[in-house]
């Protein structure tokens, strides 16, 4: 990880920027001009994922990337236990050390569920919240507990990291993985990817990040958010079933849901131009 690990053709590399705070060294990228859009990728992935994000919308607004700590190329913090309340906090230090105040945040997953946390913990007051398959809602009262201590465990194991970077570096096993997501992904996003998972410093990020997810304590805080959201599912999303949005609806306020066709969990990867329409249909519904 950091400034050495980054490849020349990353997308969006020209505008990458490594920023020393809350005690991590971030991977921030910064494109556009206008009201700031703060764009939160989903586990295991990197600023990679929201590049054609921002590449239709900077036109517009100010777009902001970053890689979630012990993700890509930014560092890990200390936390593991609560570390979705602790990214939310430290995201919010790296805004106004970087002096940015953003006006919308656009997040993947569980990136999704930190811009959720952010806004519930921190004063940041963004004027909408656009939630792409977010993991929001717990997976069970009974499997959730031993996926987050199973996590957990194998996040402290530096051996169990390099084996997975090691077995994770063919190709075959990334494109089954992805295609596993339901969705179609292009071949320069497959080698992102296999650039990623041969990272063992990633693949115990991703561990923690994992094993740091408290849905159980979100899902109770969602009836306290309010800032406008709008919640996207997909049909074809094996990861985060479309359903477990219009769900989240029930206990976010005045929350609007919509289920996309023929899409899957990285639909914003596989078709950006397809959810910055609906992320411009929610500017006016806000507007």
């Known amino acids: ?91 919010h230090e790296l805004c106004k050390h970087i002096e940015i105040s953003p006006e919308y945040l656009i997040g993947h997953s569980a990136g999704a569920a930190v811009g959720i946390r952010m806004c519930l913990d921190t004063d940041i007051s963004p004027r909408g919240l656009l939630s792409i398959n977010g993991a929001l809602l717990p997976f069970g009262a009974f499997i959730e507990p031993l996926m987050l201590k199973a996590a957990r465990g194998l996040s402290r194991s530096p051996r169990v990291s390099r084996f997975l970077a090691r077995r994770g570096t063919g190709e075959s096993d990334v494109r089954r993985a992805l295609r596993d997501t339901g969705a179609t992904i292009s071949e320069p996003m497959i080698q992102r990817y296999t650039t990623l998972i041969s990272q063992p410093e990633h693949i115990e990020g991703t561990l923690r990040m994992m094993g740091g997810w408290e849905l159980g304590q979100l899902a109770k805080d969602l009836p306290k958010l309010k800032t406008p959201t709008h919640l996207i599912g997909c049909e074809k999303d094996h990861i985060v079933p479309a359903i477990r949005a219009h769900r989240a609806t029930r206990e976010i306020p005045n929350a609007t849901a919509i289920t996309l066709e023929d899409a899957g969990h990285l639909v914003h990867e596989a078709d950006p131009e397809r959810v910055a329409h609906v992320f411009y249909q929610f500017l006016e519904q806000l507007n």
């Open 1 to 91: 990880m950091g400034p050495d690990r980054l490849p020349s053709d990353w997308p969006l590399s020209e505008h990458s920027e490594f920023v020393q705070c809350a005690g991590t060294l971030w991977h921030v990228q910064r494109l556009g001009s206008g009201p700031v859009i703060l764009l939160l990728h989903g586990t295991g992935s990197s600023t990679h994922s929201m590049a054609g994000m921002a590449e239709c919308l900077s036109s517009q607004f100010t777009c902001v990337l970053i890689d979630l700590p012990g993700q890509g190329f930014t560092h890990a913090i200390e936390e593991r236990e609560h570390l979705l309340s602790a990214m939310a906090r430290a995201i």
